[in-house]
T-cell receptor, first 115, second 113 residues
Framework: KAGVTQTPRYLIKTRGQQVTLSCSPI?????VSWYQQTPGQGLQFLFE???????NKGNFPGRFSGRQFSNSRSEMNVSTLELGDSALYLC??????????????FGEGSRLTVL | QQQVKQSPQSLIVQKGGISIINCAYE??????FPWYQQFPGKGPALLIA?????SEKKEGRFTISFNKSAKQFSLHIMDSQPGDSATYFC????????????FGQGTTLQVKP
């Protein structure tokens, strides 16, 4: 069973640019969550999607956005990049509301560097 | 109200020893407490989780102890092995919303051979 796939794995952008990150969840998983991981702030929740609807949003500015498609794949976008956006962005999937054991399955992340 | 505080930040244990990591939470609405293990270059992976209706849960060498009144929970790794060297994160959420985890700051464990 394939795991959570995130693309791209590494990317470098400059301040002011925008970036789109992609996440393919485990087959059959309908819930996708996104987290930002930095050495200083640790793992912080960005947002969660279930059946194409945003269920929850963390305390991030509006420059951070996301969406989920009908096949449960998800994308997140960061506009007007700032140096502080440099981080590892992790996507996690779970079965969602039905049969939810609570376990999140994380991908290996997309490492974004903003210069 | 949303914080989860984790200690220690780093831990060095000899092979065969016991590793203990502690966490404290503030929000009494939390009712799902997982521990995740992360190796360098990998995403976190669920190690063990507990709900507040039990005070202890054991899976192999890993045990979670939960103290609801003190709003604290801890991870014990018995017979620690070099392969356990990783970063460990405690987390908390509402059981109805486990996609939104509030993580502790993490503990880097090094098990010396």
């Amino acid at each position: 069973k394939a795991g959570v796939t995130q693309t791209p794995r590494y990317l470098i952008k400059t301040r002011g640019q925008q970036v789109t990150l992609s996440c393919s969840p485990i087959s059959g998983h309908r819930s996708v969550s996104w987290y930002q991981q930095t050495p200083g702030q640790g793992l912080q929740f960005l947002f969660e999607y279930f059946s194409e609807t945003q269920r929850n949003k963390g305390n991030f500015p509006g420059r951070f956005s996301g969406r989920q498609f009908s096949n449960s794949r998800s994308e997140m976008n960061v506009s007007t990049l700032e140096l502080g956006d440099s981080a590892l962005y992790l996507c996690a999937s779970s079965k969602g509301l039905a049969g939810n054991t609570g376990e999140l399955f994380f991908g290996e992340g997309s490492r974004l560097t903003v210069l | 109200q949303q914080q989860v505080k984790q200690s220690p930040q780093s831990l060095i244990v000899q092979k065969g020893g016991i590793s203990i990591i502690n966490c404290a939470y503030e929000n009494t609405a939390f009712d799902y407490f997982p521990w995740y293990q992360q190796f360098p270059g990998k995403g976190p992976a669920l190690l063990i989780a507990i709900r507040p209706d039990v005070s202890e849960k054991k899976e192999g060498r890993f045990t979670i102890s939960f103290n609801k009144s003190a709003k604290q929970f801890s991870l014990h790794i018995m017979d620690s092995q070099p392969g356990d060297s990783a970063t460990y994160f405690c987390a908390a959420s509402k059981a109805s919303n486990t996609g939104k985890l509030i993580f502790g700051q993490g503990t880097t464990l090094q098990v010396k051979p």
